[in-house]
């Protein structure tokens, strides 16, 4: 039976196609399954957070989690050294780090796709100096840049967010001009420049939708990466300020707190350990599912 | 479990044992990386802890444990009635550190002290300049340059300091790190072999302790000094372990990795006082945390204004969540432990119904204000930003509304001396020595406006109070015109003065002989270990 | 390749055993890499020109200089000239191998630099050897056994590994190891009992060299927790590399003659599948470099490993302009000489990609 309905749903083209591989990987859908969690715990984070994240009680600081000694149950992960609710903290805090992925993301994708589809496209000197500029980029760790440019902009999540879409520009340039140079020379593309079609029309509506597989594969490990680099910014006290419920922020305030309350250093930790996991499985399924050399195995 | 480390631990104490029958190390987890090894041209605390305390002596010095000063290289001295001429007799027989790389071969003679002064003011000193960059902030931040007539050798043991203008904190001056006195015939082989720079890298002066060796951020090695003029060390070796995470440190000291610790973080005290093997050492900072108000921008002019401010912010809480406890409440721009500290002064109340009432009394409706958090901890103020959130809701209940703002740290210690600063701004001082002249006309004088007078009054009750006792060799004297001056600040209240913090000093039971500074140095002399 | 660009067939071998073209290749490497360098000097020169805040400043900390004084210094530092002449000074620096002083310490970067970078590196080979010595067994068994459980938790772990915050699993390792079982020490590089000559810089032969019992192991139980740390990344991405670089070989034709010949597996896994499948992997180490850089920055700053990565760090919260400055060039030649020593092993390896 499962045979004969995959024979049917083969022909179908686009979603269907892609949800059918997508969905054989089993750890692609438990990621998108915890991503849509996240997601859900982040839009409707008023609703869903037991207390306002940054309401201090003074009563209860350094409260351990519920579930241990001296623990209560309507703070279940513990306060934090002012009395602010942890797990309130981190419902917000998902909030920030789905943010940071989203705009770094569609950053550095859009100005990689625009500058790698112009040295693929033009190639010639407009090529070499961009790819020159790429290669000063990848010459730096891109950690230390994106420390080094946070430090020059002031630190704050926004210019976190720029610093790290800047580092991770080079991947999506050099990603696009590969796929373009190495289908600008195709036959469709061929027939449509000998059919009239402008340079813009060349590059955008030929080009690029037949590009898009690994650059949205490439896209989904940004947005893991994207998450990561600003928490470790946020650690180094170049990211997201305190009191802002960032996690890698939230961590490094816990840092002094390392011997005397493990609740405020593991939690902040674990979330993005999670996150990063769910969006890395999904990232794997869309490889499977959108690489057609893959698939072919 | 512990047994691994603990087995580790015995095998290097046992090596260590076999190397040298009688060698005693004493380790201290220090917080940072000295800046270099010549006290004059730096500010830091940890550059003084190890090059100033360790290596260096100074013509007076404070007593341990104290303010006062006592007699160091300058065995005795004469202030000329007018207050300008100060002459030195110096401790006749002092030797230089002999080390692998200097052999001394005469004893400190006022041409060292000449040299240990000039170097730093006289622009045609070739040491003045020796390393790109030289500059000596001390020196002029406490405005010697200005103040210095010269210093002149009257004969080899004698040396005369003339001023421009009597200026009774001198003495005090003297006693602080970077006026330390070096040798001259080191310099003088430096010179000549080209190699000034290794002045700051290695080291040699009259100290407790001769410098072995530097590795970066990682360690500082001293022995005793056999000829020490105060008498041989009882303990053999001294390491600064360079630990720069307090919590590392703490983890460190309970580990038996070192045998002090700086600087510990406030909430792992309870911790650590937990530990049977560990004595906690506190003593009250001589420092003072404060918020500025901007007095040049209305409705910050009006004193009633401020009075109201500082009555809705309950300081306490501040105390307990920034410090754990470890601070007291402020009342005074001056530390406790301070001569002249005036306990007679009445403290604001925290009564948020009586500010709201003052506030409205004074016509101030809906204030809105800024309220400036530094972003870095320092000694007096762990956590501004916590602090001004405290104070933002504390504030709330009596209608203003708080914006914190930040920046970083150069640009902060700028803008916020600036005479049009939007806000209040948290800041604080850590005494230099203990004069409370280096706090009271410093921080609050009329010269200060738009400098280091972050609320930018001038006062001219105060400012003539603090003025006359600067003139004033008389000890009781100038106490009295100090405690006048606080009365004044009190009323006019252009700080609301937050906590003094108490200075925590964790260390090993084994630890005996160690005493803290008031002025928050770390000084290894005299300390000596258990077996 | 002149006159042989068009012949196809046996010239592609006549072609490995000249060493002109491989000449050539690693020449044509180096001139793109020197305007490369002048771009990041550039870069590095014009960052530190753009930081809010003056290093000045904070030299004397919360007392406040007078003006005359800060102009004075900022001149007497050269940093009053204008931003050209400064420029074309550092670089006529950096030809001469000056890369300034330190505002702070007032040493010499360079100094400091070769200081400490021994430190960095020994912690970087350790981890890599880590993450190769336990990766490419991981992968090769996960290709093997594909779609068992074996291969689904190795590779579970590996992308773990692959997500992990290592600034957390730092400090989740210290609380465990360090505080809870109190196995290893928190942080340093060797027992402060123990003092022995610098002569290599590297730890753990230098305490081999001194000849003092038990200062080998104490620099190795130092060494563990940072080593786990910094190699936990390249380790997933190494195990997950060979996994798919082994699948592709494995599925080859000449993998199943040799399998249908009747090989042992060992001998086929071992020697022919293997030694095809690690030519992507050693790219992939060669590419763990800035990796394991942008790591170090993490770790050091953790178990407060005196390398570069923590003397950058603290250098950038300093505003140490001529460190952040030397640091951030030196790094950067760094990677770009590793890299290219990587591309032209690669072309050893591989020449079909010397063009």
């Known amino acids: 039976m499962a045979v004969a309905e995959i024979k049917t749903t083969k022909p179908q083209t686009g979603f269907a196609e892609f949800w059918f591989y997508f969905s054989r990987n089993k750890g692609a859908v438990m990621g998108l399954a915890v991503f849509l969690i996240i997601l859900f715990v982040a839009v409707f984070a008023a609703f869903v957070a037991p207390h306002s994240p940054s309401i201090q009680n003074r009563d209860v600081l350094l409260l351990p989690p519920g579930w241990t000694q001296g623990g209560q149950w309507t703070y279940l992960l513990g306060t934090d050294a002012v009395g602010r609710d942890i797990l309130s903290r981190l419902i917000y805090g998902a909030r920030f780090s789905l943010f940071i992925g989203l705009v770094v993301v569609t950053l550095s994708v859009i100005s990689g796709v625009l500058v790698g589809l112009i040295a693929g496209y033009f190639r010639g000197r407009t090529d070499t100096i961009i790819m020159r500029v790429m290669d000063i980029i990848l010459a730096f760790p891109s950690l230390l840049l994106a420390l080094v440019l946070v430090a020059v902009l002031g630190p704050g999540l926004v210019n976190a967010m720029i610093a790290i879409s800047l580092v991770n520009l080079p991947h999506f340039v050099r990603l696009t001009r590969a796929a373009v140079m190495s289908e600008r020379t195709k036959d469709y593309v061929i027939a449509s420049r000998v059919a009239g079609a402008g340079t813009l029309r060349l590059m955008f509506l030929t080009i690029l939708p037949n590009c898009l597989a690994p650059l949205i594969v490439q896209a989904t490990l940004a947005f893991s990466a994207a998450i990561l680099d600003a928490a470790a910014l946020g650690f180094l006290g170049m990211g997201a300020q305190p009191p802002t419920p960032e996690w890698g922020t939230m961590l490094a305030e816990a840092r002094e707190f390392i011997q005397r309350a493990w609740w405020v250093v593991t939690f902040p930790g674990l979330a993005i350990l999670v996150t990063v996991i769910a969006i890395n499985l999904m990232g794997d399924g869309l490889r499977d599912a959108l690489d057609p050399k893959l698939k072919r195995s | ?531 | 390749m002149a006159g042989g660009s068009k012949t196809f067939g046996p010239s592609v071998f006549q072609r490995k055993k000249g060493l002109a073209p491989m000449l050539r290749f690693i020449f044509g490497r180096l001139a793109v890499l020197i305007p490369t360098f002048l771009g990041v000097s550039l870069i590095a020169f014009s960052f530190i020109r753009l930081l809010p805040g003056d290093p000045v400043m904070l030299m004397s900390g919360e007392r406040v200089m007078a003006p005359e004084r800060h102009a004075e210094l900022m001149h007497q530092l050269g940093l009053d000239r204008p931003m050209y002449v400064q420029y074309f000074d550092y670089l006529g620096g950096l030809v001469t191998g000056d890369f300034g002083s330190s505002i702070v310490t007032k040493r010499p970067v360079l100094d400091d630099f070769i200081n400490l970078f021994p430190a960095t590196l020994e912690l970087s080979i350790c981890a890599i050897i880590v993450a190769v010595l336990l990766g490419i067994p991981a992968g090769v068994i996960a290709a093997v056994k594909r779609g068992t459980w074996l291969d689904q938790s190795l590779m579970g772990v590996a992308l773990i590994g692959y997500s992990m915050p290592i600034f957390w699993w730092g400090l989740l390792l210290i609380i465990f190891f360090s505080g809870y079982l109190g196995w290893t020490p928190v942080s340093g590089r060797i027992s402060m009992m123990y003092f022995f000559p610098q002569v290599t810089g590297f730890m753990l032969i230098d305490s081999l060299i001194s000849g003092q019992a038990g200062a080998f192991r104490s620099a190795v139980s130092y060494l563990i927790l940072p080593t786990i740390v910094l190699a936990t990344i390249p380790l997933a991405v190494i195990a997950r590399q060979t996994r798919s670089a082994m699948l592709e070989v494995l599925g080859e034709d000449y993998v199943r003659t040799a399998r249908s010949k009747g090989l042992s597996p060992v001998r086929v896994i071992g020697i022919h599948a293997l030694r095809n499948a690690l030519i992507p992997v050693i790219t992939t180490i060669g590419l763990q470099v800035g990796v394991l850089l942008a790591g170090a920055i993490l770790t050091e700053t953790i178990f407060s490993w005196p390398g570069i990565g923590k003397w950058m760090v603290d250098s950038v919260f300093k505003r140490d302009y001529q460190v952040v400055q030397g640091g951030l060039m030196l790094i950067a030649a760094m990677i770009m000489i590793i890299n290219l020593i990587v591309d032209v092993l690669y072309g050893f390896i591989n020449p079909r990609i010397r063009h």
């Open chain 2, 1 to 531: 479990m512990k047994k691994l480390s603990t087995l580790l631990a015995a095998t290097a104490i046992a090596t260590l044992m076999a190397g040298s029958a009688w060698s005693k190390t004493f380790v201290y987890c220090s917080e940072a990386s000295p800046e270099g090894f010549d006290p004059g041209m730096y500010t830091g605390g940890q550059t003084f802890d190890a090059a100033a305390h360790t290596v260096y002596n100074r013509l007076v010095e404070f007593k341990r444990g104290t303010t006062e000063i006592e007699p160091a290289l300058a065995e005795s001295w004469e202030i000329s009635a007018d207050g300008k001429e100060y002459t030195f007799k110096l401790r006749p027989g002092v030797k230089f550190q002999t080390t692998e790389y200097f052999t001394p071969t005469r004893e400190l003679n006022a041409d060292d002290v000449i040299f240990s002064f000039e170097r730093q003011y006289k622009a045609d000193n070739a040491w003045n300049k020796y390393v790109p960059g030289a500059s000596w902030e001390y020196f002029s931040g406490m405005g010697l340059p200005d103040l210095l007539e010269k210093v002149e050798k009257v004969d080899d043991l004698t040396v005369k300091i003339v001023l421009k203008r009597p200026e009774a904190p001198l003495l005090a001056n003297l006693g602080m790190p970077f006026i330390s006195i070096l040798s001259k015939e080191y310099a003088d082989k430096l010179q000549a072999e080209g190699k000034m720079e290794l002045m700051n890298q290695q080291p040699l002066g009259t100290g407790p302790f001769t410098f072995v060796a530097y590795q970066p951020d990682a360690a500082i090695r001293y022995k005793a000094n056999p000829d020490y003029w105060g008498g041989k060390q009882k303990i053999d070796d001294l390491v600064f372990a360079i630990t720069t995470d307090a919590a590392v440190r703490a983890q460190k000291l309970k580990a038996g990795e070192c045998h002090l610790m700086s600087y510990p973080n406030a909430a792992d005290v309870a911790e650590l006082k937990a530990d049977p093997n560990l004595h906690i050492s506190e003593q009250a900072g001589l420092n003072v945390s404060y918020l500025a108000y901007n007095t040049l921008v209305p409705p910050f002019d009006k004193a009633e204004v401020r009075k109201a401010l500082n009555m809705a912010v309950n300081r306490q809480a501040i105390v307990d969540a920034v410090f754990q406890g470890a601070a007291t409440v402020a009342k005074n721009p001056i530390p406790p432990t301070m001569w002249s500290y005036n306990d007679k002064v009445e403290d604001d109340k925290y009564d948020p119904e009586a500010a709201k009432k003052m506030l409205e009394d004074a016509g101030v409706k809906d204030l809105k204000m800024k309220i400036w958090a530094m972003p870095v901890a320092r000694p007096y103020m762990l956590n501004a930003r916590r602090a001004a959130e405290l104070m933002q809701a504390d504030l709330a209940k009596i209608g203003v509304t708080v914006e914190i703002v930040s920046y970083e740290w150069a640009e902060y210690l700028k803008l916020s001396s600036a005479k049009d600063r939007d806000g209040a701004a948290i800041l604080g001082w850590t005494g230099d020595n203990g004069d409370p002249d280096n706090f009271l006309d410093t921080l609050l004088g009329c010269d200060a406006v738009g400098g280091n007078n972050r609320a930018q009054w001038c006062n001219k009750e105060f400012d003539d109070l603090v003025t006359k006792a600067k003139e004033t060799s008389d000890v009781a004297e100038r106490t009295k015109l100090y405690e006048e001056a606080q009365i004044v600040f009190k009323k006019e209240a252009p700080w609301n003065t937050l906590d003094h913090s108490l200075a925590v000093v964790p260390m090993s039971k084994k630890v005996s002989g160690f005493v803290q500074s008031p002025l928050g140095d770390f000084v290894f002399e005299g300390v000596d270990i258990a077996e």
